[in-house]
């Protein structure tokens, strides 16, 4: 689905057209699952987070700002269900096994867990680096690392129907885009 097919289905469901809505879900749901998929979600988990985007883009229909971007919306509601989901789990962990709560501390030396969290804290600051960098990108290359990342990678018929790339073009557009990444990454001592 190219933007202007999302952009007039997308004026006209939010104008009440079924049809268009039911096209909208039909077009645009194999790139919400694979941004879904690319969370390792459970099933369930992942069936409310699809729901949940769709959900969102339901209420929101009338008031998106750019109709032709609606599969950018939907990735990037979708992710960010994705993590919500994800937060809430690593918070909360349930067990009914009685001997996990008497077990004894795990953890190592005071030595190692300082190296560790030495380690975690270097790992940290060059993922923020790396996103940094990455939101300094064009939208354009945003939306399309954000939907190759995907696992498994949407096809490219799909990824040029969700954000209107020539399939074609998708493969140089993406090593282009690599590449002012890495370029920036080097340029600030990131790599």
Do not use: N
Request: proline content about 4%.
């Amino acid at each position: 689905m190219d933007r202007t097919d999302a952009g007039a289905l997308v004026q006209a469901a939010a104008g009440g057209d079924a049809a268009a809505w039911k096209a909208l879900v039909e077009g645009l749901s194999p790139l919400v699952w694979s941004v879904v998929r690319a969370h390792r979600l459970s099933e369930a988990d992942a069936h409310e987070v699809y729901q949940t985007a769709w959900f969102r883009f339901a209420q929101h229909l009338g008031r998106i700002r750019e109709p032709g971007k609606a599969g950018a919306w939907l990735a990037s509601t979708a992710r960010h269900e994705c993590l919500k989901v994800i937060r809430s789990a690593q918070r909360l962990t349930l067990t009914d096994d009685p001997r996990l709560l008497d077990r004894a501390s795990e953890d190592g030396t005071p030595e190692q867990s300082l190296l560790d969290s030495e380690e975690a804290a270097a790992q940290s600051e060059r993922v923020r680096r790396l996103w940094q960098e990455f939101e300094e990108l064009g939208e354009r290359c945003r939306q399309l690392l954000r939907v190759l990342m995907a696992t498994p990678p949407p096809s490219y018929h799909d990824v040029s129907a969700a954000l209107g790339i020539a399939v074609g073009s998708i493969g140089p557009l993406r090593q282009r885009c690599l590449r002012r990444l890495r370029a920036r990454l080097e340029a600030r001592g990131a790599m």
